[in-house]
Nanobody, 120 residues
Framework: QVQLVESGGGLVQAGGSLRLSCAASGSIIFSINAMDWYRQAPGKQRELVAA???????NYADSVKGRFTISRDNAKNTVYLQMNSLKPEDTAVYYCNANVRIRGLLYNYWGQGTQVTVSS
């Protein structure tokens, strides 16, 4: 099993910044293929915010381009989401997702989510 633990959410005023972290750990040997951030606002479907492949390619939702940056520390198995110029519409629960290779097979794991609230 692999666990994803997120942190860094909170309440911030519009225009402010937050940095989310997601650390992957487990009692078995694994390697991370890709780690992404999703978010889900009340009454809306979960959407991809930012993606980062093992090769370093990134992809962002149009709504966050230029404001959010995804990065990863491979030594710590941790992915970060730096969120700048936050807007009230960024309010959501943010989830970390990891595509993990264990004994040659790929598995998908989700974190528990962290609340981000942006006040106007």
């Amino acid at each position: 099993q692999v666990q994803l633990v997120e942190s860094g959410g909170g309440l911030v005023q519009a225009g402010g910044s937050l940095r989310l972290s997601c650390a992957a750990s487990g009692s078995i040997i694994f390697s991370i293929n890709a780690m992404d951030w999703y978010r889900q606002a009340p009454g809306k479907q979960r959407e991809l915010v930012a993606a980062l492949t093992s090769g370093g390619s990134t992809n962002y939702a149009d709504s966050v381009k230029g404001r959010f940056t995804i990065s990863r520390d491979n030594a710590k198995n941790t992915v970060y989401l730096q969120m700048n110029s936050l807007k009230p519409e960024d309010t959501a629960v943010y989830y970390c997702n990891a595509n993990v290779r264990i004994r040659g097979l790929l598995y998908n794991y989700w974190g528990q989510g962290t609340q981000v609230t942006v006040s106007s």
